[in-house]
């Protein structure tokens, strides 16, 4: 079989580039135009969306954001990652830029989305894990979190990550959202929720 006829196949080689991020199980590989069809996919389905404000997206929406993440890694040098699993497409896991005045800045938000072949392994913490000790050795001052009201599990990611309930709001669609925070961790040792 080519490694081209399943999307979730395509896997980068360790050691492809200082942007690549390893953890014990996963490769958290930069965005890149070869997830597109991840994205389409993970996107328009119901139960990774339900609990993102918008519901599922379409095809066009989903292929600007694709086209924003790009351009975010262009002009940052961080943003969306593929989260790689034994080589398949998992899902991703994202860092930006968080304008919120309330947090001390600079501040970054992160977020997660699993493929839910994958859900209950563990894999959206690990990817979490490793993408919040980046934004730090990025010099985030706070990072942010945002969850739907009844999405459990992301609350759960977020306490394992050392985040604390900040408080509510409106997510980016208008929607209610839980809001957890973080504060740069003082000193050089590792960062409390391990």
Request: hydrophobic share 35%; proline share 10%.
């Amino acid at each position: 079989m080519s490694d081209h006829s399943d999307p979730r196949s395509r896997a980068p080689r360790r050691g492809c580039g200082p942007d690549v991020l390893t953890t014990g199980r996963l490769i958290l590989w930069p965005w890149h135009d070869r997830y597109a069809e991840d994205f389409v996919r993970l996107s328009g389905d119901e139960r990774v969306m339900r609990l993102v404000g918008s519901g599922p997206w379409t095809r066009a929406y989903t292929l600007e954001r694709h086209r924003q993440a790009l351009r975010q890694w262009r002009c940052e040098g961080f943003g969306l990652r593929a989260i790689l699993y034994e080589g398949r497409f998992a899902g991703l896991v994202s860092l930006s830029p968080c304008p919120d005045p309330v947090f001390p800045a600079p501040a970054r938000e992160i977020g997660w989305w699993l493929d839910p072949e994958f859900w209950g392994r563990g894999i959206a913490t690990e990817a979490a894990l490793a993408v919040r000790d980046e934004a730090f050795r990025l010099a985030t001052a706070t990072l942010v979190a945002r969850c739907h009201p009844d999405n459990r599990p992301s609350k759960r990611i977020m306490g394992k990550l050392g985040m604390t309930f900040h408080g509510t709001g409106l997510d980016r669609y208008g929607g209610p959202c839980r809001i957890y925070a973080m504060p740069r961790p003082a000193g050089d040792g590792p960062p409390p929720g391990r």
